[in-house]
């Protein structure tokens, strides 16, 4: 039978396990993170029935081999930020063992379909500076060039560091073969921020992760004596990256849902007695819907191109990163809305502006949905990160009916 106070009581085992006083350590391929896996291992180890490997990219697998093969796959991530919460990630990962234990025990460990339990090698990149590491790989979509050369903050290369975990990096793409069954992936998240807590719900049915725009913006005008030169005469480039600032909150509020941040301003030559000459901004715009996205980049630059000409000074763009919006499976958001139902909560959909593994899966071309669990305070990568015990048990609850839903439709679809 589903113990949901389990989840919690294991959740907390592994915060003892594996966290201090600044919160959660299980940073990727850490010796933490290595005991925080152990710890995984463990729990897997008693559901019988269950085969236990890793894959090509570092991802811990649990399987229950159904009558078919088709398989429905939970996914979660036990790595961690530095001075992380106690939840974010593991829930999910802790969540699909009590669903595992529940599904082997009413089935006497040959359900229906195939049941995999997912954890994810390094989500959240914390220490080479690239998420999504093992989903990535999975999906095929990581950057092989780009990961390769990435170092830690102390010069240690991943290619070294993933080898002392059993990863030959020139191989994670091999993982991908883990997908080949699989016929939805579901995944369990709190929220990490304040829309459901704001609505007083516990739990929310997540539509997809935003497509991202980052780019840098530089304005270019002329340094100038800060006491010589009269107003009139100026070029300043810092006055035409600051109209950006309260310009790109009118861009988000008409996108219909989006948002628009400028997260770093810099200057040059930077003294206080000169003009700015050269200012450059970065703006990371996030949509839901792919042309509204475009429409926001669109204006940004529109705006941009206004400022500059208003201040006499020239406007450069240059992209950092993007990603196009990945949505989930329509008929896997209806039983997530559906489940939260049964449970005696309100659905409530929304977008996920964070991403996760599940997005990659998604790209795979494998339906997906993930659940979210409201957030106490909204925040997370902190310490402070909460959420409600009787709300997490619920979710497990939820979650679990979710997986039901989705092992029924997948043993019923042809395909
Ligand atoms: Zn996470």
Known sequence: ????????????????????????????????????????REKVANISGAEIHNDAAGNFWATLAGKSEKALLIGGHIDS?????????????????EILRRIAEQFKGKPPVTVRLVDWCDEEGARFGKSLFGSSACSGKIDMNETRKLKDKDGIRLVEAVKEHGIDFEKVKDSGKELKNAAAYIELHIEQGPVLLDLNLPLGTVLGTFGVERHAITFRGQAAHSGSTPMNRRRDAFLAAAKMASEIYEIAKRSGGGVCTIGSCTTKPGIVTSVVEECRITLDQRHLDAKALQRMLDEAKSAGQKFAKEGNVDVSWERIWNIEPILFNNQLIEFCDQSIRETGAKPHRLPSGPLHDAAEVARAGVPTVMMFVQSLHGISHNKIEDTKEEHLELAVTAFDKLADKAMVWISGRGD
Do not use: I, Y
């Open 1 to 40: 039978m589903l113990n949901p106070k389990r989840t919690v009581a294991e959740l907390k085992e592994l915060r003892s396990l594996t966290g201090d006083e600044n919160g959660a350590q299980r940073v990727a391929f850490t010796p933490t993170w290595a005991k925080a896996r152990k710890f995984l």
């Open 81 to 97: 930020v530095p001075n992380g919460g106690w939840l974010d990630g593991c829930l999910n990962t802790l969540a699909g063992v």
